[in-house]
């Protein structure tokens, strides 16, 4: 098909923006479509998840910006965007989008859609200005959830009618997760950072470990915190009962949803969590912070459990609850994973994308 699309990204590292964006882009090449990807920061070394990109080396293109002030950056972009023919340029995360605004200014013949991956309550003022006077020359800005269209509102609300929802999507495995592993697993998989609260995970963990001591919590992901949580379990006397599997490729996260006995997010901010709809499609039942889409994935009570942020106590009781009854945990597996089967699917995300980019 001769339909340029060009997704563009801060970078390629570890992360659930920047999966979907390469299961996006993979989605439309198989599909026919001219596929491209630009990303701004770092170089193939820095960039984990290129590897992933099916669409070959020629259409991969590394910017190595210095910062988003680095004029030499928007001249390349603006030069690949004109080259190859770009009918649709796709951005996420907050750097890219900023840049490409400015790139589409004199790009005036290629649609422009931007992505907001998290609420914007930790969004910087530079990044929430440019928003508010350059979106205007956005086609369609895309929120990964109502929560998140929620958050654009209260400061560019006169862009209302640009703002498509637009959920992350995921296949569903044939194979389900073990319920009745005799020993539980408790999984989390996220980096290792502020945002994701692991501290509160673990708070909530050494409360059920108390009581049911042969359960283990496995963390899959890195980050500039891990020091501090391992000096924690060192600490709360935890080792070995929280292990720290490192960061991991998709198909050994793939494994550790196919042990895990319930799943685990902690999390103060998220926009649509691909982790945890990777889990439900496994149908490991989950508990979760109520924070970004995860009200909207998950029916509290019916397809997994949902907690306020930062209540330790609370996040301990759901926990409790599932692995006390083994019928809960199959019931609420069984209904997670039948309603990201018929909600939050690759087919229906990616028909929506195609819509919203027009192709």
């Given at each position: 098909m001769d339909q340029s699309v060009v997704f563009f990204i801060n970078n390629l590292g570890q992360g659930g923006a920047e999966r979907v964006f390469v299961n996006d882009a993979n989605a439309l090449a198989r599909q026919g479509y001219n596929v491209s990807f630009i990303i701004l920061y770092g170089d193939m070394d820095k960039s984990p998840l290129a590897k992933d990109l099916e669409i070959?080396?020629?259409?991969?293109?590394?910017?190595?910006?210095?910062?988003?002030?680095?004029?030499?950056?928007?001249?390349?972009?603006?030069?690949?965007?004109?080259?190859?023919?770009?009918?649709?340029?796709?951005?996420?995360?907050?750097?890219?989008?900023?840049?490409?605004?400015?790139?589409?200014?004199?790009?005036?013949?290629?649609?422009?859609?931007?992505?907001?991956?998290?609420t914007t309550e930790f969004k910087s003022v530079l990044h929430k200005i440019s928003d508010a006077l350059m979106n205007w020359r956005v086609h369609s800005l895309v929120a990964v959830s109502e929560e998140v269209k929620k958050s654009m509102l209260s400061y560019q609300m006169w862009y209302a009618n640009k703002i498509a929802i637009l959920y992350n999507g995921v296949s569903t495995p044939t194979v389900d997760s073990n319920y009745t592993h005799e020993k539980k697993i408790i999984l989390a998989v996220g980096s290792l950072t502020p945002k994701k609260n692991y501290m509160m995970?673990?708070?909530?963990?050494?409360?059920?470990?108390?009581?049911?001591?042969?359960t283990e919590l496995r963390i899959v992901g890195s980050g500039v915190?891990?020091?501090?949580?391992?000096?924690?379990?060192?600490?709360?006397?935890?080792?070995?009962?929280?292990?720290?599997?490192?960061?991991?490729?998709?198909?050994?996260?793939?494994?550790?949803?196919?042990?895990?006995?319930?799943?685990?997010?902690?999390?103060?901010?998220?926009?649509?969590?691909?982790?945890?709809?990777?889990?439900?499609?496994?149908?490991?039942?989950?508990?979760?912070?109520?924070?970004?889409?995860?009200?909207?994935?998950?029916?509290?009570?019916?397809?997994?459990?949902?907690?306020?942020?930062?209540?330790?106590?609370?996040?301990?009781?759901?926990?409790?609850?599932?692995?006390?009854?083994?019928?809960?945990?199959?019931?609420?597996?069984?209904?997670?994973?039948?309603?990201?089967?018929?909600?939050?699917?690759?087919?229906?995300?990616?028909?929506?994308?195609?819509?919203?980019?027009?192709i």
């Amino acid at each position: 098909m001769d339909q340029s699309v060009v997704f563009f990204i801060n970078n390629l590292g570890q992360g659930g923006a920047e999966r979907v964006f390469v299961n996006d882009a993979n989605a439309l090449a198989r599909q026919g479509y001219n596929v491209s990807f630009i990303i701004l920061y770092g170089d193939m070394d820095k960039s984990p998840l290129a590897k992933d990109l099916e669409i070959g080396s020629s259409h991969i293109y590394f910017i190595n910006a210095k910062n988003i002030f680095d004029y030499r950056a928007y001249v390349r972009i603006v030069k690949i965007v004109k080259q190859i023919r770009t009918r649709v340029l796709y951005a996420t995360l907050h750097d890219a989008t900023f840049v490409a605004r400015v790139v589409a200014l004199f790009l005036p013949r290629v649609r422009l859609v931007t992505r907001e991956a998290n609420t914007t309550e930790f969004k910087s003022v530079l990044h929430k200005i440019s928003d508010a006077l350059m979106n205007w020359r956005v086609h369609s800005l895309v929120a990964v959830s109502e929560e998140v269209k929620k958050s654009m509102l209260s400061y560019q609300m006169w862009y209302a009618n640009k703002i498509a929802i637009l959920y992350n999507g995921v296949s569903t495995p044939t194979v389900d997760s073990n319920y009745t592993h005799e020993k539980k697993i408790i999984l989390a998989v996220g980096s290792l950072t502020p945002k994701k609260n692991y501290m509160m995970l673990f708070e909530a963990f050494a409360q059920v470990h108390a009581s049911f001591p042969d359960t283990e919590l496995r963390i899959v992901g890195s980050g500039v915190l891990k020091g501090a949580l391992e000096e924690w379990v060192h600490k709360n006397s935890l080792e070995g009962a929280i292990v720290f599997l490192g960061s991991m490729n998709h198909s050994e996260v793939e494994k550790q949803y196919q042990e895990a006995s319930i799943f685990a997010l902690s999390s103060d901010q998220e926009g649509c969590p691909n982790v945890l709809l990777e889990a439900m499609s496994y149908g490991v039942p989950s508990v979760a912070t109520a924070v970004g889409a995860v009200p909207e994935i998950i029916e509290n009570g019916i397809s997994g459990f949902t907690v306020p942020r930062r209540e330790s106590a609370q996040f301990a009781s759901a926990l409790k609850e599932l692995l006390t009854f083994e019928e809960t945990r199959k019931l609420l597996g069984t209904n997670g994973r039948e309603r990201v089967k018929n909600i939050f699917s690759n087919e229906v995300h990616i028909q929506k994308v195609k819509d919203i980019l027009h192709i």
